[in-house]
């Protein structure tokens, strides 16, 4: 079983940054989802086990960067120019296979940005 925990979610005002960290051990691709009040969950990036594959949700691209730590079993989602409607609980997710859907899920962390 991975434990997955999330930390670096809070309060920003818009054009603000923040950056998300979810530690979790072991050889897995990672995902950072979202969900708002009232919406689906949806996905926000992805990226490999060793890094050289990413992936982003058109809502984002341009604003947060996914990467990762092997070293530190770490995986980072930098958000930069924050949004209002990027306000939502922001969950790591990992997979031990590609392409599959994810396993394992953290527990969430809350990020809200004030208009």
């Known amino acids: 079983q991975v434990q997955l925990v999330e930390s670096g979610g809070g309060l920003v005002q818009a054009g603000g940054s923040l950056r998300l960290s979810c530690a979790a051990s072991?050889?897995?691709?990672m995902g950072w989802f979202r969900q708002a009040p009232g919406k689906e969950r949806e996905v926000v990036a992805s990226?490999?086990?060793?890094?050289?594959?990413?992936n982003y949700a058109d809502s984002v691209k341009g604003r947060f960067t996914i990467s990762r730590d092997n070293a530190k079993n770490t995986v980072y989602l930098q958000m930069n120019s924050l949004k209002p409607e990027d306000t939502a609980v922001y969950y790591c997710?990992?997979?031990?296979?590609?392409?599959?859907?994810?396993?394992?899920w953290g527990q969430g962390t809350r990020v809200t940005v004030s208009s």
């Open positions: 997710a990992a997979k031990r296979v590609a392409g599959t859907a994810y396993d394992y």
């Open positions: 072991g050889r897995y691709a």
């Open positions: 990226i490999s086990w060793g890094g050289s594959s990413t």
